[in-house]
């Protein structure tokens, strides 16, 4: 019913910026919360930073002041601006997406498929 497509991961030198986005389309009636994840080999899935369809948006102390979410809600979109990368930020890196769809009265949770983002120091 929804599809979500994440673009912008690749290999970036120490220092360097990224720019994530992750595209929603289908059945959708609304989209609420918008937020991204990352996975590190080993790790647990790491919280990064969500934006509400108001434009509130919450970052997690480890990459704040470098990472920023904004969301265009036309496009049904969201983008993670990875600034200042640093060797520890290699992860796959996941969005997540709240929403409720066509002639559906429940809310649903969306995963994107990730995206590889691989610092070289």
């Known amino acids: 019913q929804v599809q979500l497509v994440e673009s912008g991961g690749g290999l970036v030198q120490a220092g360097g910026s990224l720019r994530l986005s992750c595209a929603a389309s289908?059945?959708?009636?609304?989209?609420?919360?918008m937020g991204w994840y990352r996975q590190a080999p080993g790790k647990q899935r790491e919280w990064l930073a969500e934006?509400?369809?108001?434009?509130?948006?919450d970052i997690a102390d480890s990459v704040r002041g470098r990472f920023t979410i904004s969301r265009d809600n036309a496009k049904s979109t969201v983008y993670l601006q990875m600034d200042n990368l640093k060797p520890d930020d290699t992860a796959v890196y996941y969005c997540?997406?709240?929403?409720?769809?066509?002639?559906?009265?429940?809310?649903?949770?969306?995963w994107g498929q990730g995206t590889q983002v691989t610092v070289s120091s």
């Open positions: 997540n997406l709240v929403v409720k769809v066509l002639f559906d009265s429940l809310t649903k949770t969306y």
């Open positions: 289908g059945s959708i009636f609304s989209i609420s919360t």
């Open positions: 934006i509400t369809s108001g434009g509130v948006t």
